[in-house]
């Protein structure tokens, strides 16, 4: 059973960087086919997918955050960042990690993924 963990700080102050990681168990982020995203949903709001990183490594972004956002990965510890920089408070969400097969899901819902961590609040303030 693939599983799926973010950690991140929890609290960050606005303009700086944030830093999350998801680590994957019972499974590896290399096998073929997989999209492994960063999606995140503020309160009250809908399911913001961020960008994701394939199985062989390559990145892909939403344009309203491609100016902002990394996602790299390290296979050695089998896990995969997101990098969201100058963050504002209106980035205040629950963020969550998610896997796919087979497609990107830009406009989809967590249940339609195949795996999904359980989220982490992150809030945006001084």
């Known amino acids: 059973q693939v599983q799926l963990r973010e950690s991140g700080p929890g609290l960050v102050k606005p303009s700086q960087t944030l830093s999350l990681t998801c680590t994957v168990s019972?499974?590896?982020?290399?096998?073929?086919?997989?999209?492994w995203s960063w999606v995140r949903q503020p309160q009250g709001k809908g399911l913001e997918w961020l960008g994701a990183?394939?199985?062989?490594?390559?990145?892909y972004y939403s344009p309203s955050f491609r100016s902002r956002t990394s996602v790299s990965r390290d296979t050695a510890e089998n896990h995969f960042t997101l990098q969201l920089y100058s963050v504002t408070p209106e980035d205040t969400a629950v963020y969550y990690c998610?896997?796919?097969?087979?497609?990107?899901?830009?406009?989809?819902?967590?249940?339609?993924?195949?795996?999904r961590g359980q989220g982490t609040q992150i809030t945006v303030s001084s």
């Open positions: 998610a896997s796919k097969r087979g497609e990107l899901l830009l406009h989809g819902e967590l249940r339609e993924y195949d795996y």
């Open positions: 990183i394939y199985s062989n490594g390559d990145t």
């Open positions: 019972g499974g590896s982020i290399t096998t073929d086919g997989y999209f």
